[in-house]
């Protein structure tokens, strides 16, 4: 995404002007007009909600140069990646382990989208009433969108909710899709076909990488993977502080890039953002005043540019202190635990994989109480004066755990507010003014 005021893009400590990516686009495919509409959208979506801040962490630039070059550089390495003889690999789901992607030398890459351009394209093949979710990613194959699906080598889907796995029985016709079973239960049966799932996954990439995964790779992996969410486990006790020393905004778009940036770096990046805000936390310094109202945000994911909750929540003077959400703290929490395990068991290191994703609280499964725990406790400790509870429209599994979430929102005492929404921007006012009359409610 090229963004309006985009900043310059570095080399070295050199600031270099944005460069043209034209035919690289064309070569990936893409439909270039279109794809222009969508990057002109989008800057002034980013400037309008990112760039208009105040106070921001400096370490925000990182991510600023970041969605500047979403669409360009990060591509481009991609593709250097690919010419190099790696593979590159998507995915749209958190059942999903980066972990034996990586270990197979593959470049792992979130394909989910945020947008509802493409809908149209999308619902000449879906029916209308599908998630905004699936419309959005398989709008933006349709409409020749997206650089990342055109990049990869094939996309893994999984059997979550009966849209994405519909969907993908027919976005395999236009892109490779291997679909990894998840259950729905947690039961022992279920447990054991997890497991078996996760050995599907590790022979169809090593085939399709031509490598081998070892023990040694995968510990490899976890230590990466580990690393990244380590750092943004620290960046979520962070926000605990009052006055909080990061945007809710902000935050979002760092869980959305964790999805697409080399992990390494981004690892590296987030953990000198965190730094920054230590220091914050320390002189108690804030993006905005102390005794803010603070809002945790619980429900489905919000890809990339999906920031239309969270920018009329702080825009009315709340800030956000936690996302509920895979694209948050539902991906993050848990590391791959490998304690007490021999690390030339190959098949031990994975059934820690297994585990370690098969805790992951997605409302497609039954029962799943844990959401309930982790909301308590995230409210607890980032100090949320309310829920906001966010599900996209014809999304059942979240639409009916909202119910519960009621509840457990009674016994914590704070109110929860239920959203209901897809990625237009037409109920924007609505929004607003049901989010500002909860708001009154939290001050
Ligand atoms: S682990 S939340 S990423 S499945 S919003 S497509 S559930 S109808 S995205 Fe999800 Fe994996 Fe679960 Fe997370 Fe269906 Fe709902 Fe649409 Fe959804």
Known sequence: MTIRRAPARLKGNRRVPPKDYTQMWTDLGLDLEAHAGLMNVLGSFYTDIYLTQTNRPKGMEYLDFVISEVHG????????????????????????????????????????????????????????????????????????????????????????????????????????????????????????????????????????????????????????????????????????????????????LINQVAFYDDPVRFTKKIGELCDELEAR?????????????????????????????????????????????????????????????????????????????FKIDCAVFTPNADRNLHVREMSARNHAGGVIHYAIQFCTPYLMEAHGMEQTAREMEIPLLRLETDYSMEDAPQLETRIQAFLEMIR
């Open 281 to 357: 936390v320390a002189a108690r310094e804030g993006v905005a005043p102390k005794g803010t109202p603070r809002v945790l945000l619980s429900g489905c994911p919000m890809a990339i540019p999906n920031w239309k909750v969270p920018f009329l929540v702080e825009k009315n003077g709340a800030v956000i202190v936690g996302e509920e959400s895979c694209v948050g703290e539902r991906g993050t929490r848990n590391l791959v635990d490998l304690t007490g395990v021999d690390i030339s068991d190959r098949d031990a290191i994975l059934d820690r994989i297994a585990e370690r994703y």
């Open 73 to 252: 550089l990060r591509i481009e390495e991609l593709l250097a990646a690919k010419a190099q003889g790696r593979k590159v690999i998507g995915a749209f789901c958190l059942y999903v382990p980066e972990e034996i992607l990586i270990a197979a030398d593959a470049v792992s890459v979130g394909l989910c989208a945020g947008a509802d351009i493409g809908t149209a394209q999308a619902e000449q093949v879906l029916p209308r009433n599908t998630c905004a979710l699936i419309k959005s990613f398989f709008g933006f194959k349709l409409a020749g969108l997206c650089p990342y699906v055109e990049a990869c080598d094939f996309v893994i889907g999984e059997t979550t909710c009966d849209g994405k796995t519909k969907a993908y029985e027919i976005f395999n016709q236009y892109k490779e899709t291997f679909v990894l079973e998840v259950p729905h239960t947690k039961s022992p049966a279920a447990t054991k076909l997890w497991r078996s799932e996760i050995g599907r996954l590790v022979e169809k990439v090593e085939t399709a990488a031509g490598k081998k995964i070892t023990a040694a790779n995968l510990l490899k992996a976890i230590e990466t993977v580990n690393a990244k969410r380590a750092v943004l486990g620290r960046l979520n006790l962070l926000r605990a502080a009052d006055p909080a020393p990061i945007s809710g905004r902000d935050a979002l």
